[in-house]
């Protein structure tokens, strides 16, 4: 069982910074890949990003076109920890950000293949 608390949403303007942060508890966090997807009003949940697990050699990630450029996906095995750096912020950024963790290691890009689930946190950014 992995516990996945998220932390770092608000209300910024377009153009502005903001990182995510994702802890996590429970069984060993390197064996998991993590991403980040978001879900904003009236729309399915969506891919955002996804890094391998931190216990491989090279760390392979994986963007949403849309945020390629803007956002980094980074973590930190000795804090447990999942980082989402998201810069030059737009509106359409705009949604309820969730961590996932995935068993096996590699990346993935829908829903179905993650196996745990932070309860998300809101990023606003307005225009």
């Known amino acids: 069982q992995v516990q996945l608390v998220e932390s770092g949403g608000g209300l910024v303007q377009a153009g502005d910074s903001l990182r995510l942060s994702c802890a996590a508890s429970g069984r060993t966090f390197s064996t998991y890949a993590m991403g980040w997807f978001r879900q904003a009003p009236g729309k399915e949940r969506e891919f955002v990003a996804a890094?391998?697990?931190?216990?491989?050699?090279?760390?392979?990630?994986d963007y949403l076109d849309s945020v390629k450029g803007r956002f980094t996906i980074s973590g930190d095995n000795a804090k447990n920890t999942v980082y989402l750096q998201m810069n030059s912020l737009k509106p359409e950024d705009t949604a309820v950000y969730y961590c996932?963790?995935?068993?096996?290691?590699?990346?993935?890009?829908?829903?179905?293949?993650?196996?745990?689930w932070g309860q998300g946190t809101q990023v606003t950014v307005s225009s």
């Open positions: 890094i391998s697990s931190v216990r491989w050699s090279v760390a392979y990630t």
């Open positions: 996932a963790a995935k068993t096996g290691g590699r990346t993935g890009t829908g829903v179905p293949d993650y196996d745990y």
